[in-house]
């Protein structure tokens, strides 16, 4: 079965409807960090991407950032 595109462009739509209901046009956005976690039946692989010139430093703090607040 092929991969589901679809799966990755539902997920961003419905945040960036979220971010607009939230800030309008008063913000833009300075980072951008996808995460996929790939089921091939007997194994689960993790894929990443992060926007282009993201520093270690700031792609590490992202993350860090959401697994302080996950479940929150």
Known sequence: ???DQAAVGVVAAEL?????QIYGDDATIERVALIVAIDRGDDTTVHYKFTPGTSVYMAKGLLAHVH???GT
């Open 16 to 20: 960036m409807e979220q971010l607009d």
């Open 1 to 3: 079965m092929p991969i």
């Open 68 to 70: 302080d607040n996950v």
